[in-house]
């Protein structure tokens, strides 16, 4: 583990095929200190299976599903009003008081014995290293993917697992793609997708353009979560948004390749099945699971974000949860490495509610997974503790990857104060930086500075929808360190739509040639809209 990097703890539970069927082992896959890889056999109690019946009867109406002990076992506790006093002093519910009853034996059957005492100590060694703990839980019994293992909390008047910043909670699961190296991006760069929004029926042309309606005040809300804050406390990026509104095969997947995106967010109406499920893009059009992974992996995409009722849920086969089967673990299999999803249905203002804060939060450059607890805080904040808007983001991290969807703060710029001995040193160094600041900078190193959207083949990524996948190259021709004739430097354009540079007689496009750069000169990728980069020679 890289000092950078958070200590991480990894659990897995499976049945026991060779035992009676409440019987299973939870075993410790990774822990931060030697000897805690750890494993505690246990059995699923019948109180638990009553309290999860309970809370289908309450939060979930439409159907039961399979519990881990006996399906037909009687509810214990009747869904009446019942008041009681919570542990801040206010009233909750017989709903608050059902979920944190859940939460409670959740946790206490999950951290029993060893298991509690390897959680114990791994907390304390990332207390030592002043970080958060991330703990990941892998769930092999298809049986238990529905649980609400969200919501699990030590007691009563703790924070539930998933709302804390100091103990980051994610699913994830094995037999997995491994992940390519992945570079920390500079910006939000999102393909948002509207699907079909209900059952697949012929869609109307009032119903197109609803769909187009609400992806453009989507695509704001999402555009928006980059702006700098009003009392200019937080440093954010940029959020760079593409919308298809219920888009062919073909035309996602083009999409998809032809830009550089870290992100995917789908909205729109599906259906569980044993290949990661069927996503309905339009009317007669589908599109599953496993092909949707091909393209992600294919594409690099790091975030795929899934705003439909059935993304973290299991397929059935003769009313058996089929294993390895929803779409979350599906994308993750094939080396997609963050899968955000929901265990059930959502409301509208309250997956916008979500979205703005999960946003933000990336845009502010948290982790994926300390977002989304920031993100389920503000749930809870808006829709109360008695309500499950909260609980039903899940949230799956491949095991291998760290969760810095962007580059910390720390990374991502340089600052050069005046006094350092790079503005006073002998060498001669060139830069580019953008117009409006005067401390972020990217320099130009051995010569060569690569321009364009796509991450992993670019020194400086700009993430504008005009600006090619590799846009342009600063090269140096001359030695840098000949303090009379100096070093010469020129752009070399080969892109899509050209670059702009600003000359005495206004901007010209550069398209597929070479152009002197002199220190001082403005230059835009792609578009007269684009950002205003002033290229620098160190005096």
């Given amino acids: 583990m890289s000092p950078s990097e958070s200590p991480c703890l990894n659990l ?9 069927a409440e019987h299973f082992a939870i075993w410790v896959l990774k822990a931060p200190y030697p000897g805690g890889y750890l494993h505690h056999d246990c059995i699923w109690p019948e109180t638990l299976t009553q309290t999860w019946l309970a809370w289908q009867e309450m939060f979930s109406p439409r159907s039961l599903s399979f519990s881990p002990n006996m399906p037909a076992v009687q509810l214990a506790l009747a869904p009446t009003t019942l008041v009681v006093s919570s542990p801040l002093g206010s009233t909750t519910s017989y709903g608050g008081r059902l979920m944190q009853q859940l939460g409670i034996q959740l946790w206490q059957w999950l951290f029993e014995g060893p298991i509690q005492s390897s959680l114990d100590h791994s907390q304390g060694i990332a207390i030592g290293q002043n970080q958060p703990l991330r703990l990941r839980l892998e769930i092999r019994d298809p049986d238990l993917i529905t649980l609400p293992w969200e919501i699990m909390q030590p007691q009563a008047g703790k924070q ?9 909670f994610s699913r994830t699961t094995s037999d997995i793609a491994p992940l390519p190296p992945l570079k920390p991006e500079q910006n939000l760069n999102i393909l948002l997708v509207l699907g079909q ?16 309606q609400e992806a453009v005040a989507l695509a704001k809300i999402l555009e928006n979560s980059g702006n700098v804050s009003p009392n200019g406390t937080a440093t954010l990026v940029p959020c760079l948004v593409d919308t298809l509104v219920m888009p062919t095969i073909a ?24 290949d990661g499920g069927l996503l309905f893009l339009g009317p007669d059009v589908t599109m599953n699971g496993t092909e949707l992974a091909q393209v992600l992996t294919r594409t690099q995409v790091t975030l795929a974000v899934f705003n439909a009722c059935w993304g973290a849920q299991s397929a059935r086969h003769n009313d058996r ?9 599906v994308l993750l299999h094939h080396g997609v490495p963050a899968v955000l999803a929901m265990r059930d249905a959502i409301a509208d203002e309250e997956a916008i509610s979500f979205i703005k804060a999960f946003s933000r939060a990336l845009a502010e450059r948290m982790p994926i997974d300390r977002a989304v607890a920031v993100a389920r805080q503000q749930l809870l904040t808006l829709y109360k503790f008695n309500q499950p808007a909260w609980t039903l983001p899940v949230l799956y991290l491949h095991p291998e990857f760290d969760g810095q969807l962007l580059q910390p703060l720390a990374e991502s710029i340089t600052e050069l104060p005046e006094s350092s001995l790079t503005w006073i040193g002998r060498e001669r160094a060139a830069f580019l930086r953008p117009l409006e600041s005067t401390t972020t900078i990217w320099r130009i190193r051995g010569g060569l500075m690569r321009v364009g959207r796509r991450q992993q083949e670019n020194d400086l990524v700009i993430s504008e929808k005009w600006v090619s996948q590799r846009h342009a190259e600063i090269i140096c021709r001359g030695d840098p360190l000949d303090s009379v004739a100096g070093p010469t430097y020129f752009l070399r354009d080969f ?3 050209g670059t702009l540079i600003l000359g005495a007689s206004g901007w010209r496009k550069v398209h597929y040639q070479e152009a002197l750069l002199e220190t001082g000169i403005q230059l835009k990728f792609g578009s007269s809209q684009g950002q205003i980069w002033e290229f620098i020679i160190d005096p």
């Fill in 12 to 20: 897995s539970v499976a049945r026991l095929v060779a035992a009676e």
């Fill in 160 to 168: 539930a697992v998933s709302l804390s910043q100091q103990l980051l």
């Fill in 197 to 212: 929004q209900n059952a697949p029926t012929q869609t109307s042309r009032n119903g197109t353009l609803k769909l187009e």
């Fill in 251 to 274: 035309e996602l997947t083009s999409c998809l390749e032809s830009n550089s995106y870290n992100i995917l967010f789908y909205a729109g109406h599906g259906v569980p099945a044993p």
């Fill in 321 to 329: 949860a089929i294993a390895r089967s929803s779409l979350a673990e």
């Fill in 495 to 497: 892109s899509r739509f």
